[in-house]
């Protein structure tokens, strides 16, 4: 019973249930992909003009780039506070424009319409910061994967939705803008208190290299199913029943990766305790010791980290344990000799936690910051006006091309992800 309860903690503090509880809250985090879908409601309901649906797009479009406020929350609050944050957001945002078009509110004017659209689309915000920094801590190794496919099921929560919006088979097209308020908030609120950084994540595991492959493996499945009903969709006429199954089916494979912590945790022989004794735990100050010495040895143990060979990080958590203490005892007494120049640094290196001031003189900062102004320009004014491009061709139904764009950018991101990590190695 006391090993039940001990691998239970266990199950909860894993790293790995982190990571596919975010994976979860970001299959529905990205309400701004159907966009598409809801401006032909919101256009045909308040008698918009192209122009004035425009303004809407770019109002969603700011409320989905100005992450800053989203970003200092987190850094302030708890990550499930800020969650809870952006939840409340998403459900006021959205679901007043819900009551306007239905009319069951008085339509407000259109600068009113564009702050509740920045509203609710502000609100992914906090979900994508608090899924990233939690997974990337817990991930550290893992930059490149973890933030590939975190965003990418944030591509492919467009098509997600949609196909649970085909389930309900409401005649009501409103209906959409109703599941975009509550589905996101309901399942945010729900993981709220999971995603978070978790103890004894600062190594590589032998077992995450298979655990990587096997959620690879399902989110090229997982796009693989969705591109095939989409396809069955529009060319066969399928009843409700078949659609509710497909939908059931599709949330199944969605509930597959959480196999990893569960084997992890109940029916692994590794003790997972063992790794957390690997972090550097906080150091107490000696009375009378000098400031000095304890920037020395600081220095010392981040050089540790930095230049132990990388076979260590495959051994077994014990034997790595022991090569590491050596490899540290080694630089204490080289450092105490005179036989090794401890270099200060200056700031955080990359991959290590940044302020915004340090981060506003780096080059990194600054190319990533136009790579994304002047490079996501495009795909978001496609997103937008994609449901009146649609219409301009003849095709009643837009969901189809929403899906088809979520589930290609769902992949580009994985891809990139996995790539990247390839590179930099």
């Known amino acids: 019973m006391a090993e039940c309860g001990s691998r239970l903690r266990g199950f909860l503090r894993n790293r790995w249930l982190v990571f596919v ?43 989905d780039s100005v992450g800053f406020l989203a970003g200092t929350l987190c850094a302030v609050l708890p990550l499930w506070a800020a969650l809870l944050v952006g939840a409340a957001q998403n459900l006021l945002g959205y679901g007043w424009v819900w009551l306007a078009v239905t009319r069951r509110a008085p339509v407000p004017p259109l600068w009113a319409m564009c702050i509740l659209i920045f509203i609710g689309n502000n609100g992914e915000t906090y979900f994508n910061t608090a899924a990233l920094v939690s997974c990337v801590q817990n991930f550290p190794k893992n930059r490149g994967p973890i933030v590939g496919i975190l965003k990418g099921f944030a591509g492919l929560s467009g098509a997600i939705l949609t196909q649970i919006y085909a389930m309900v088979h409401s005649p009501d097209h409103a209906a959409l803008i109703f599941m975009v308020a509550v589905g996101p908030t309901m399942v945010v609120i729900a993981l709220m208190f999971i995603v978070r950084p978790v103890g004894g994540h600062r190594q590589v595991r032998p077992s995450d290299g298979t655990s990587f492959t096997f959620v690879y493996s399902v989110c090229l499945l997982l796009a693989a199913y969705l591109m095939g009903v989409m396809i069955v969709e529009d060319l066969v006429d399928l009843s409700h029943s078949v659609i509710v199954l497909l ?15 569960v084997l992890l945790s109940f029916f692994s022989d590794s003790d997972e305790s063992i790794y957390e004794l690997l972090l550097p735990s906080p150091r ?12 020395q040895n600081e220095v010392i143990l981040s050089e540790v980290e930095d230049e132990k060979p990388k076979e260590v990080d495959l051994l077994p958590a014990s034997e790595r344990q022991k090569r590491i203490a050596e490899l540290q005892a080694k630089l204490f007494q080289a450092a ?5 120049r401890v270099k200060r640094r200056r700031g955080p290196r990359r991959g290590e936690d940044f302020t915004l001031m340090q981060a506003l003189i780096k080059a990194d900062f600054w190319l990533l910051f136009f790579s994304l102004l002047l490079g996501s320009g495009s795909g978001l004014t496609v997103i937008d006006n994609l449901g009146q491009m649609s219409q301009s061709l003849g095709y ?30």
């Open 21 to 63: 509880a975010a994976m979860w809250m970001q299959s529905c985090a990205g309400v701004g992909y159907l966009f598409g879908s809801l401006s032909p409601v919101i256009k045909d309901s308040l008698g918009y003009s192209q122009r004035q649906l425009a303004a809407l797009g770019v109002a969603k479009d700011l409320g």
């Open 247 to 261: 939908t059931i089916i599709l949330i199944i494979l969605l509930l597959v990766p959480i196999v990893i912590p």
């Open 284 to 295: 107490k100050e000696e009375a009378g010791a000098s400031t000095s010495v304890d920037e």
């Open 336 to 340: 105490a000799v005179g036989a090794v």
């Open 396 to 425: 009643d139904e837009t969901h189809i091309f929403v899906s088809m764009i979520s589930i290609w950018n769902f992949l580009g991101r994985i891809g990139g992800g996995y790539f990247s990590e390839i590179i930099v190695k």
